[in-house]
T-cell receptor, first 110, second 114 residues
Framework: QKEVEQNSGPLSVPEGAIASLNCTYS??????FFWYRQYSGKSPELIMSIYSNGDKEDGRFTAQLNKASQYVSLLIRDSQPSDSATYLCAVSGSARQLTFGSGTQLTVLP | DAMVIQNPRYQVTQFGKPVTLSCSQTLNHNVMYWYQQKSSQAPKLLFHYYDKDFNNEADTPDNFQSRRPNTSFCFLDIRSPGLGDAAMYLCATQAGQGLVETQYFGPGTRLLVL
């Protein structure tokens, strides 16, 4: 079983729609959760971090965490073509190292 | 201003010819990481340093070595690159090992092995 699982996609949404990206993790003692955006051929860029159950909003991005269900999600409102990228979920667990999912490829169609 | 710098951005080497990738940081962070990322895969942790303490992941091949001569610089040496080592190599830094610390990535070095 993979430690951090994401749907690989591709996920396509029309411009202006809400994109919903999901991630599950297996380490129950995980404490910190991150979403990175990675454009093709570029390095990951942090867009959101979340540590407590519930929602955290930053501009068009909302991260949601449910530790009981071992589930973290990222919502992108008013999606733009520039949001087209691979989104990596990363989890910091008992070893204090980041474990990455393999990413969900998002395409926002103009 | 760039905070985590990697050189070169692109590296072409021949099968079996040693190569060194470098990473420098202006953040004065204690922790530095090296990841390998292949196409459509998650970044895979190779090594990390907490200050000068070196930590090798259990499944990192012996062909990969690392050096951290000071806080600012870290090097990844691939002693005998094989075709399977072609990948993006990512350096990242982190202020400490607290639970809320964020990793900052450099731009990466793309390695091609001929």
């Amino acid at each position: 079983q993979k430690e951090v699982e994401q749907n690989s996609g591709p996920l396509s949404v029309p411009e202006g729609a809400i994109a919903s990206l999901n991630c599950t993790y297996s380490d129950r003692v995980s404490q910190s959760f991150f979403w990175y955006r990675q454009y093709s051929g570029k390095s990951p860029e942090l867009i959101m971090s979340i540590y407590s159950n519930g929602d955290k909003e930053d501009g068009r991005f909302t991260a949601q965490l449910n530790k009981a269900s071992q589930y973290v999600s990222l919502l992108i409102r008013d999606s733009q073509p520039s949001d087209s990228a691979t989104y990596l979920c990363a989890v910091s667990g008992s070893a204090r190292q980041l474990t990455f999912g393999s990413g969900t490829q998002l395409t926002v169609l103009p | 201003d760039a905070m985590v710098i990697q050189n070169p951005r692109y590296q072409v080497t021949q099968f079996g010819k040693p190569v060194t990738l470098s990473c420098s940081q202006t953040l004065n962070h204690n922790v530095m990481y090296w990841y390998q990322q292949k196409s459509s895969q998650a970044p895979k942790l190779l090594f990390h340093y907490y200050d000068k303490d070196f930590n090798n992941e259990a499944d990192t091949p012996d062909n990969f070595q690392s050096r951290r001569p000071n806080t600012s610089f870290c090097f990844l040496d691939i002693r005998s690159p094989g075709l399977g080592d072609a990948a993006m190599y990512l350096c990242a830094t982190q202020a400490g090992q607290g639970l809320v610390e964020t990793q900052y990535f450099g731009p990466g070095t793309r390695l091609l092995v001929l």
